[in-house]
């Protein structure tokens, strides 16, 4: 099937500017972040082949942790660690480059600069979700975070079962957050109104960090930071299926996950509603084509009245000329 790339603009300094890219007609792009700590390079992943591609460096010496594709925008976010520059910081990505640019340093409402391992948009409201690492309790905290300026908001402790630990967290369709922790190796369900971590099952997979949904099957990817390995998790048992291992030029260390849905041609309508549309152009049409006859017929008898009335008249005359 012919791949179809849209364009885009590369300018990160316009707010709001729309950043789709290597968006393929047909399927989402799953993107990941491979590499060194500080020296991160932002890759797309085929969720069927594992073959990878790479599309930039992020630049900046950022110290990522977390990815997130944000729908509203366009751009993927990145969270950082201790290790980034200047401190813990959200980030704005260009998935069609890999250029980065940092959107504000990373604080939590109780003042302290933290570590964000995680970022998940929620799709009812577009609000981002963070896990806080670096605080206590030793699972961390749930957080939203300010896309305007990278400062967040502490909704709760995830408790000590969440272990903490290069986490991940993805939203389904439905707004459930689902949560993984290298440190418990199991998935949870988290509770967004308090915090609250509520295991589901072991993965079967020591170090998986990254989740996201595929927006088209609504299955659940993860991604192990030590093996490479791209797995399928069942969000009712929490197991996990090997997909493949990551194959192309540069796969190692992958933190996270982020799927950005297709776009391409709009989808075709239900034959439903192409029959109901068809139904009404004819009724319509009928509608007018008896519109105009009726009007087409007053018209004549109209013009009728008029010319009779006009031989009356004449007749008169010359009934009076006569006399």
């Given at each position: 099937m012919r791949q179809v790339v849209n364009s885009y603009d590369q300018n990160l300094g316009v707010p709001g500017t729309p950043a789709h890219a290597k968006i393929i007609v047909g399927g989402p792009v799953l993107f990941s972040l491979v590499g060194p700590q500080t020296d991160k390079t932002l890759i797309s992943i085929d969720p069927n082949t594992t073959s990878t591609s790479v599309i930039g460096k992020v630049g900046g010496g950022h110290d990522l942790e977390g990815l997130a594709y944000n729908p509203d925008d366009g751009f993927l976010y990145g969270s950082t660690g201790w290790k980034n520059p200047g401190g813990p910081a959200l980030i704005r990505i260009n998935p069609s480059t890999g250029t980065s640019e940092t959107v504000g340093l990373y604080t939590t409402s109780r003042g302290e600069p933290n570590e964000i391992d995680a970022l998940s948009f929620y799709p009812i409201t577009g609000v981002l979700y963070s896990i806080n690492e670096g605080g206590p309790p030793?699972?961390?905290?749930?957080?939203?975070?300010?896309?305007?300026?990278?400062?967040?908001?502490?909704?709760?402790?995830?408790?000590?079962?969440?272990?903490?630990?290069?986490?991940?967290?993805?939203?389904?369709?439905?707004?459930?957050?689902?949560?993984?922790?290298?440190?418990?190796?199991?998935?949870?369900?988290?509770?967004?109104?308090?915090?609250?971590?509520?295991?589901?099952?072991?993965?079967?997979?020591?170090?998986?960090?990254?989740?996201?949904?595929?927006?088209?099957?609504?299955?659940?990817?993860?991604?192990?930071?030590?093996?490479?390995?791209?797995?399928?998790?069942?969000?009712?048992?929490?197991?996990?299926?090997?997909?493949?291992?990551?194959?192309?030029?540069?796969?190692?260390?992958?933190?996270?996950?982020?799927?950005?849905?297709?776009?391409?041609?709009?989808?075709?309508?239900?034959?439903?509603?192409?029959?109901?549309?068809?139904?009404?152009?004819?009724?319509?049409?009928?509608?007018?084509?008896?519109?105009?006859?009726?009007?087409?017929?007053?018209?004549?008898?109209?013009q009728e009245r008029s010319a009779k009335r006009t031989r009356i008249s004449y007749s008169s005359v010359v009934d009076v000329l006569n006399f």
């Open positions: 030793s699972g961390g905290q749930l957080c939203t975070v300010d896309i305007t300026t990278g400062r967040a908001t502490i909704i709760g402790d995830l408790g000590d079962s969440f272990g903490g630990g290069d986490p991940g967290i993805a939203f389904d369709s439905t707004g459930t957050l689902y949560g993984v922790s290298k440190a418990s190796d199991q998935l949870f369900t988290i509770d967004i109104t308090t915090g609250t971590a509520t295991g589901i099952g072991p993965l079967g997979f020591d170090n998986a960090v990254g989740l996201d949904f595929n927006p088209d099957t609504g299955v659940l990817f993860g991604i192990d930071i030590q093996s490479s390995e791209l797995i399928t998790l069942d969000t009712t048992t929490g197991e996990g299926t090997l997909v493949g291992v990551l194959t192309g030029s540069v796969t190692e260390l992958p933190v996270a996950l982020a799927f950005m849905p297709a776009l391409g041609n709009p989808p075709s309508a239900p034959e439903g509603l192409i029959a109901l549309l068809l139904s009404l152009t004819i009724i319509v049409a009928t509608i007018v084509a008896v519109s105009f006859a009726v009007l087409r017929k007053r018209r004549k008898q109209s």
